[in-house]
Antibody, heavy 124, light 107 residues
Framework: QVLLVESGGGLVKPGGSLRLSCAAS????????MSWVRQAPGKGLEWLSY????????SYADSVKGRFTISRDNAKNSLQLQMNGLRGEDTAVYYC?????????????????WGQGTLVTVSS | DIQMTQSPSSLSASVGDRVTITCRAS??????LNWYQQKPGKAPKVLIH???SLQSGVPSRFSGSGSVTDFTLTISSLQPEDSATYYCQQSYSTPPTFGQGTKVEIK
């Protein structure tokens, strides 16, 4: 069974740091690019960051660039998100998601599966 | 960034009704359009990818169509378990962006 499980969320003060982890099982993490996506309470989905299968290429949303760092440990089947300089507007459920790319008659690129999410609350 | 606009923001329909949700991209995204379903307290789940490809295991009452900038998600016969929020997402360019969501309620 393909599964992603996030951990590391919690309550942190503004300006603080938190490190999220995403444990993958049921597949080889090293075969896939991965992303982090968040959802503020009652709001929509916001993509945050992406890392290629080998970790050589990363990309960030402008809202977190310079504050968040994505990384991975393929040997441990694990993805991380280091979050520094946290702000109130970073309060959200954070999801990790596997990127699927299919080359065929149509090219598909989508997120599947998603983890269950971990809640990060930034408040004094 | 490519802006994705869904309509309506919410709808209420009866079991058995045909439901249509639209998604418009601010520029051409070819067919790089995905649809997700999210139930309260749960992670999103992919329904449709590449605009019209039904994800394995998803009921055939769900279908997607469209290309370039205009896309549609159709539920042919609404079921009680379809009560959820639906999001479109473009994967044409980075950053991938989502529509604001359409909440579907059962009358």
């Amino acid at each position: 069974q393909v599964l992603l499980v996030e951990s590391g969320g919690g309550l942190v003060k503004p300006g603080g740091s938190l490190r999220l982890s995403c444990a993958a099982s049921g597949f080889n993490l090293s075969d896939y690019s991965m992303s982090w996506v968040r959802q503020a309470p009652g709001k929509g989905l916001e993509w945050l960051s992406y890392i290629t299968s080998t970790g050589t290429i990363t990309s960030y949303a402008d809202s977190v660039k310079g504050r968040f760092t994505i990384s991975r440990d393929n040997a441990k089947n694990s993805l991380q998100l280091q979050m520094n300089g946290l702000r109130g507007e970073d309060t959200a459920v954070y999801y990790c998601a596997r990127e699927i790319t299919i080359f065929g008659e149509l090219i598909s690129n989508y997120f599947d599966p998603w983890g269950q999410g971990t809640l990060v609350t930034v408040s004094s | 960034d490519i802006q994705m606009t869904q309509s309506p923001s919410s709808l209420s329909a009866s079991v058995g009704d045909r439901v249509t949700i639209t998604c418009r991209a601010s520029q051409s995204i070819n067919n790089y359009l995905n649809w997700y379903q999210q139930k309260p307290g749960k992670a999103p789940k992919v329904l449709i990818h590449a605009a019209s490809s039904l994800q394995s295991g998803v009921p055939s009452r769900f279908s997607g169509s469209g290309s370039v900038t205009d896309f549609t998600l159709t539920i042919s016969s609404l079921q009680p378990e379809d009560s959820a929020t639906y999001y479109c997402q473009q994967s044409y360019s980075t950053p991938p962006t989502f529509g604001q969501g359409t909440k579907v309620e059962i009358k």
